[in-house]
């Protein structure tokens, strides 16, 4: 694994990309935490950027990954760090401190909140919920579909994901909801031109990154939320008992529409020290990167405590 690394002596803070991202999605917390004291390390997660891209599809289940990440504390001779994650580095984060409770001394998850293991598998969930229709998790579980889509136009893929809320585009080429209509790339109207928060150097770098790695283990992680969710059956009723923040943008769509005001409750029944829910107004999925500033205001006001 890759990693990215900053600061002195301090304690170190571990922080967990998502998907389709990079160790340099957390380029603006890095540098603040660093400032502050902290120790900050943000690897490539396996199958990104310089990392390597194990063909083994269990190598990308969340205790696999879990262990790679622990691994990095091991190396680096440090019993516990602060964990921050983003995306699908917070579905393995969730799952993570449950996993390893005593490595971790306090964890700010963004984007993605957690209620605890449910009684069924995620993807026959979403099976009953969409059908034929087009939903790009269940799309992911196609064996080699996706990435060799996403692969053919990096550029064109990461334009289309790296948007703000009611950010203009172009209509869409593919409107029907079916699946078999089509892909990820049709379906979103390409954007007319980058947000505000990403500059041109920026996102040439991502597109560099997976020029390189190719979108195929990135997409793996979705191949196994079946897996995650049969293998985690002693995860069930265990909750997350150290101090946390959750951060998310109050326009993302993970969170379809929920307030702080529905999620504070039904999050505070499995993690028993949350110390709040934070949704910044006006901003969606990219978080930490479309408001650093207030972030990293949140992450040091937290740490601090």
């Not at 984007?111 to 069924?120: D, I, K, M």
């Not at 190719?214 to 992680?221: E, P, S």
């Not at 196994?224 to 150290?242: P, Q, V």
């Amino acid at each position: 694994m890759r990693l990215a690394e900053i600061g002195g002596e301090g304690p170190v803070v571990l922080m967990v990309h998502g998907w389709p991202e990079s160790w340099y999605s957390w380029r603006h917390q890095m540098v603040a935490l660093a400032a502050a004291g902290y120790h900050v390390v943000a690897p490539d997660m396996p199958g990104y950027g310089e990392s390597d891209a194990p063909v083994d599809l269990n190598e990308y289940d969340v205790k696999r990954l879990s262990a790679n990440l622990v691994a990095i504390l091991d190396d680096l001779g440090e019993q516990q760090a602060i964990l921050i994650s983003h995306d699908f580095g917070t579905v393995i984060s969730w799952n993570m401190v449950l996993l390893y409770p005593d490595r971790f001394r306090a964890f700010v998850p963004t984007s993605v909140p957690w209620f605890g293991r449910g009684p069924v598998s995620p993807i026959e969930v979403w099976k009953q919920r969409y059908g034929e229709d087009f939903f790009y998790i269940l799309y992911h579980q196609e064996p080699a579909v996706a990435e060799a889509e996403y692969d053919a136009d990096p550029r064109g893929m990461l334009i289309r994901m790296f948007q703000t809320p009611g950010a203009p585009r172009k209509a869409p080429l593919i409107t029907d909801p079916k699946r078999a209509a089509g892909g990820m790339l049709g379906r979103r109207g390409e954007p007319l031109g980058l947000p505000a928060w990403l500059t041109e150097d920026d996102f040439d770098y991502y597109v560099s990154q997976f020029e390189k790695s190719g979108f195929r283990g990135g997409v793996n992680y979705y191949r196994n939320f079946h897996r995650n969710w049969k293998i985690t059956a002693e995860l069930a009723g265990k909750t997350i008992d150290i101090p946390t923040l959750f951060i998310a943008g109050e326009y993302d769509a993970v969170l379809a529409g929920a307030t702080a005001e529905i999620l504070q409750p039904k999050m505070s029944r499995v993690i028993t020290d949350l110390r709040g829910v934070e949704l910044l107004p006006g901003i969606g999925h990219w978080v930490q990167q479309e408001a650093p500033e207030e972030v990293n205001r949140l992450i040091l006001e937290f740490l601090d405590e």
